[in-house]
């Protein structure tokens, strides 16, 4: 296998997710069952149980980076996966813990506990300051700029997500998204839609989500990456250890810059891509921002027999 590894970020999400993979798999199973051990409690019973809580940010961002890993230990273990030769790996938004853990930046253990608190404080964060994001159908990087700059006359207010052409998020407070929102068509969008999310992600109502993460960053060995990782705040390859910190503490306020990362990519000569973990998200703005690469998803067993 020699494509580039794209890893789901968070809205990919779903109860009963990853329980297909541990069914199936033992290599599976046992990354999941080093993710329940490593978080201290049982992250497949908010998966799959009754009272599933898989929706809550806090348990959406660790369960997403478990079954991606999951599904990586499947290809290791039956389809010829070697991360060393990897041409790259990207992941969007909470993604990039997965790439760097991938890439042998992160241990399992140390992402998996990085991001279940990247969740908590950003829940927090979001609770303290009602905000919310909204994507604006048909807007160019300029009009959604614009958008945002109307809206921070009201609070907060920032392009959030570069993901693709035709796909553009704004963040911020209420008041300044209701604002977006009443001036999206006079800027020639054609909807613009409030999500269902917790608050303003990747916007400065996560600074204290930020300033948290970055203090247990600190505490967290990080090594250089083996294969090229490329980063959501630069759209460029990180240039070690002594960047990554930074880098992810900065993405929390800093928007992302997914298009363009995929263009890096495309710069470096990689076409051919593999989306391994919940959902088939990346892959179908991969086809949006490069419709001539070749891209898969690994989103369940059956899948990988396709």
Same mark, same amino acid.
């Not at 807007?139 to 392009?159: D, P």
């Not at 960053?217 to 759209?235: C, F, H, K, M, Q």
């Not at 495309?266 to 921002?289: D, H, Y």
């Given at each position: 296998?020699?494509?580039?590894?794209?890893?789901?970020?968070?809205?990919?999400?779903?109860?009963? $997710?990853?329980?297909?993979?541990?069914?199936?798999?033992?290599?599976?199973?046992?990354?999941?069952?080093?993710?329940?051990?490593?978080?201290?409690?049982?992250?497949?019973?908010?998966?799959?149980?009754?009272?599933?809580?898989?929706?809550?940010?806090?348990?959406?961002?660790?369960?997403?980076?478990?079954?991606?890993?999951?599904? %990586?230990?499947?290809?290791?273990?039956?389809?010829?996966?070697?991360?060393?030769?990897?041409?790259?790996?990207?992941?969007?938004?909470?993604?990039?813990?997965?790439?760097?853990?991938?890439?042998?930046?992160?241990?399992?253990?140390?992402?998996?506990?990085?991001?279940?608190?990247?969740?908590?404080?950003?829940?927090?964060?979001?609770?303290?300051?009602?905000?919310?994001?909204?994507?604006?159908?048909?807007?160019?990087?300029?009009?959604?700029?614009?958008?945002?700059?109307?809206?921070?006359?009201?609070?907060?207010?920032?392009?959030?997500?570069?993901?693709?052409?035709?796909?553009?998020?704004?963040?911020?407070?209420?008041?300044?998204?209701?604002?977006?929102?009443?001036?999206? *068509?006079?800027?020639?969008?054609?909807?613009?839609?409030?999500?269902?999310?917790?608050?303003?992600?990747?916007?400065?109502?996560?600074?204290?989500?930020?300033?948290?993460?970055?203090?247990?960053?600190?505490?967290?060995?990080?090594?250089?990456?083996? %294969?090229?990782?490329?980063?959501?705040?630069?759209?460029?390859?990180?240039?070690?250890?002594?960047?990554?910190?930074?880098?992810?503490?900065?993405?929390?306020?800093?928007?992302?810059?997914?298009?363009?990362? $995929?263009?890096?990519?495309?710069?470096?000569?990689?076409?051919?891509?593999?989306?391994?973990?919940?959902? *088939?998200?990346?892959?179908?703005?991969?086809?949006?921002?490069?419709?001539?690469?070749?891209?898969?998803?690994?989103?369940?067993?059956?899948?990988?027999?396709?």
């Amino acid at each position: 296998m020699s494509e580039a590894l794209l890893f789901p970020g968070q809205g990919a999400q779903y109860v009963g $997710m990853g329980q297909d993979w541990a069914e199936a798999h033992p290599a599976a199973r046992e990354v999941l069952q080093q993710a329940d051990e490593a978080l201290g409690f049982s992250l497949t019973q908010a998966m799959w149980g009754p009272d599933a809580s898989v929706d809550r940010t806090d348990v959406a961002q660790p369960a997403i980076l478990a079954v991606s890993a999951a599904v %990586i230990a499947v290809l290791e273990a039956d389809h010829g996966l070697n991360r060393t030769t990897a041409p790259l790996a990207a992941g969007l938004s909470l993604g990039e813990y997965t790439a760097l853990w991938f890439a042998g930046a992160l241990d399992l253990g140390d992402a998996l506990r990085l991001v279940r608190l990247r969740g908590e404080a950003m829940q927090a964060a979001s609770e303290a300051c009602p905000s919310g994001m909204v994507s604006l159908m048909g807007a160019t990087e300029e009009t959604a700029t614009a958008l945002a700059e109307l809206g921070a006359a009201h609070g907060i207010c920032q392009v959030a997500n570069l993901n693709s052409p035709s796909q553009i998020i704004v963040s911020g407070e209420l008041a300044a998204l209701d604002a977006v929102e009443a001036a999206a *068509k006079d800027h020639g969008c054609r909807r613009a839609v409030r999500l269902s999310v917790a608050g303003a992600f990747h916007s400065e109502v996560m600074r204290p989500a930020a300033d948290r993460l970055a203090a247990a960053l600190e505490g967290v060995e990080v090594r250089d990456p083996r %294969i090229p990782v490329i980063s959501n705040v630069t759209a460029d390859v990180v240039g070690g250890a002594g960047e990554i910190r930074g880098l992810l503490a900065q993405q929390l306020t800093a928007p992302v810059l997914w298009e363009r990362s $995929m263009r890096t990519a495309g710069s470096r000569g990689v076409s051919t891509f593999l989306e391994p973990g919940p959902g *088939k998200v990346l892959a179908g703005l991969m086809r949006k921002i490069a419709p001539e690469a070749t891209v898969r998803s690994a989103a369940t067993p059956a899948d990988l027999s396709a």
